[in-house]
């Protein structure tokens, strides 16, 4: 395991200078020098001369002054804690990188429960560390197999695996002494409701060992406090150092659906009618994701609209299902609701779907979700500032190429120039969607953010049924018709697998412990289960 040794630590200063060959003794000189680096269009030196804003000084940090190299690779197996239960180790796998962090999976488990850890992460050791230690691995929180079949489980994981060899770990750094950060002091944070994300944050609040952190942008949709010595925040520059994605401060970015529009020969126009009037308001990348998605759950045959498609890198997940199997594939990064509608207005031409996507509202002359409606099941996208698109789009589309062009398959692309020239550019792109049949269905759609694996299903109440025999998604649909204010927290019952027999066995204490729920939801859900039990 990698030791930093203290004479040979140097300030973040100089890493910057030899990095990039700039000279810089201070944060700010650093910023300065970095003037043109671009994350994207975000520069951390423009945004904090625009904002009149410092960024907080790397002591405040528990994070090594020599980022860690990141020497792991996939499939490198490893023992970790277990997120849900901190008392037990198990063993993972690593199944994505990126800077200085690593994706990790529960041999066990399922991909919905992956977390990400630091390369120099105490919780994260070298396998047969446990064992030194007098310990013993565990099987993970929602083992999929009966428990007793654990130690022959691990034996065939470990069998013929590749180890993480103990020298690419990295020694934890150690705690600030106390809590030195200030309120209005910029970092970098990771989105914990998007771990996969790292974005430009401010400290709102300090209390005692806590601060708040706010992500710029989003209105206190992604908020959270933390201890000032979490692993979570990072100084200004971090990402930029350690080759992380650091997303832009939140620009909310929305399309509108033209249900009246052509769907083409591959999208079925009555599924189309089911989805909600428009995608957003919501991060660029999310309402990319959300359409495209849509495409391929309306298409008559998800593979033609999944073989428009090319493996992109950084952006959100979409997946389709045929040939028996689930395929799934990377959407490329974006940052603004330019490149959305440029990617689209591409893959719908390929579709030939017209007329269905534009930056205004159009009338619709059906009865559809309403805005009110899907703001409140989409607790995650809060009404906002739109941005909306003027008649100077298709001048910064025509001449634009860039490698988000790569991740749509070139082999029908047909150049649509003239379509962009149109006085206005409103009509625009095409999106399709998910095969649900009710309105109350769509709202279920909502609620879940980027879920992308629904299917029609009937969606009248479960309560008419046994509760002990709902799946977690009669579960999920209790929560969310129980009291809506619980809907915000219904994913939490998917991600824990919480099915019918599982819910009548919840407690509040339990709730919190383990599923991360504060008091109030937490007794709220208590009640309705305990009313529940009384009508079995």
Not at 190 to 212: Q, Y
Not at 232 to 239: H, N, Q, R
Not at 458 to 474: H, I, L, Y
Request: contains cysteine; positive net charge; hydrophobic residues 35%.
């Amino acid at each position: 395991m990698q030791k930093s040794d203290p004479r040979k630590e140097i300030d973040w200063s100089d890493v910057r200078k030899h990095k990039y060959g700039h000279l810089s003794e201070s944060v700010s000189q650093y910023l300065e020098a970095t003037d043109f680096l671009e994350l994207g269009h975000f520069t951390w030196d423009k945004y904090l001369k625009e904002t009149c804003s410092v960024p907080a000084p790397v002591h405040c940090f528990k994070q090594s002054y020599t980022p860690p190299r990141n020497e792991f690779k996939i499939s490198m197996k490893l023992e970790a804690q277990d997120p849900r239960n901190t008392t037990s180790t198990c063993i993972a796998t690593v199944v994505g990188l990126t800077g200085a962090r690593l994706r990790l999976r529960l041999d066990g488990s399922d991909n919905k429960n992956d977390f990400w850890r630091l390369v120099d992460s105490a919780e994260i050791q070298p396998v047969g560390n446990c064992e030194k230690n007098g310990g013993m691995l565990q099987p993970p929180l929602g083992f999929r197999l009966n428990a007793s079949s654990w130690p022959m489980f691990l034996l065939k994981t470990l069998n013929g695996a590749e180890m993480a060899p103990i020298r690419i770990f990295h020694k934890e750094p150690p705690s600030p002494s106390h809590n030195f950060f200030k309120m209005g002091m910029k970092l970098e944070a990771v989105d914990r409701k998007n771990p996969h994300f790292i974005c430009p944050a401010t400290i709102g609040e300090v209390r005692g060992s806590e601060v708040l952190v706010t992500f710029d942008g989003w209105r206190g949709a992604f908020d959270y406090w933390c201890r000032f010595d979490s692993r979570d925040i990072f100084p200004v520059g971090w990402c930029s150092l350690t080759g992380d994605n650091l997303q832009p401060p939140g620009t909310k970015v929305c399309i509108y659906l033209n249900k009246n529009g052509s769907t083409g020969p591959h999208l079925d126009k009555k599924k189309v009618q089911q989805l909600p009037d428009h995608f957003g308001p919501a991060r660029a990348s999310v309402v990319l994701q959300q359409a495209v998605q849509a495409c391929i759950d309306c298409a008559y045959h998800q593979k033609t609209v999944f073989s428009f498609l090319k493996q992109g890198h950084g952006g959100e997940v979409i997946s389709a299902v045929f040939d028996r199997e689930q395929h799934t594939l990377n959407l490329p990064a974006v940052n603004s609701i330019t490149y959305v509608l440029r990617f689209l207005e591409k893959l719908c031409h390929n579709l030939r779907s017209d007329n269905l996507f534009g930056n205004q509202p159009f009338t619709q002359t059906h009865l559809s979700l309403t805005t009110t409606e899907y703001s409140h099941s989409h607790d995650r996208y809060l009404p906002g500032e739109t941005f909306v698109l003027g008649n100077s789009l298709a001048r910064s589309l025509e001449p634009h190429s860039d490698s988000m062009d790569s991740s749509l398959n070139p082999t029908n692309l047909v150049s649509t120039s003239q379509n962009l020239r149109a006085p206005g550019y409103r009509p625009l792109l095409p999106s399709c969607g998910l095969p649900l049949s009710t309105a109350s269905a769509v709202r279920r759609l909502c609620s879940r953010g980027s879920d992308r694996y629904l299917e029609s299903r009937d969606a009248s109440r479960p309560s008419g049924r046994d509760p002990s025999s709902w799946t977690v998604e009669d579960v999920m649909q209790f929560i969310r018709e129980a009291d809506p204010q619980l809907g915000p927290h219904a994913d939490l019952f998917r991600k824990h697998e919480i099915d019918g027999k599982a819910l009548l066995l919840l407690r509040s204490d339990v709730m919190m412990k383990y599923m991360g729920l504060k008091l109030g939801p937490a007794l709220k859900l208590s009640y309705h289960i305990d009313r529940l039990k009384q009508g079995v």
